[in-house]
């Protein structure tokens, strides 16, 4: 198993943090608006991660 990159294990630590906060808010757009973000960070931590074992950036 490779050992995470930095900024993808940034962006795993910001995706966790949203969701609990997304558990953690009271109005519904709050929730959604937090698990969007999260789901964001995950993307982005993948991307991270591909990049740093490829050495190449992805193209978006």
Same mark, same amino acid.
């Given at each position: 198993m490779t050992e995470l990159d930095d900024e993808a294990a940034y962006l795993l /630590? /910001? =995706?966790r943090e949203e969701k609990e906060q997304a558990e953690a808010a009271v109005h519904p757009n709050a929730t959604a =608006?937090?698990?969007a973000l999260a789901e964001r960070y995950k993307t982005r931590a993948f991307i991270a991660q591909v990049e740093a074992e490829l050495d190449t950036p992805v193209k978006r």
């Open positions: /630590r /910001r =995706a =608006a937090h698990n």
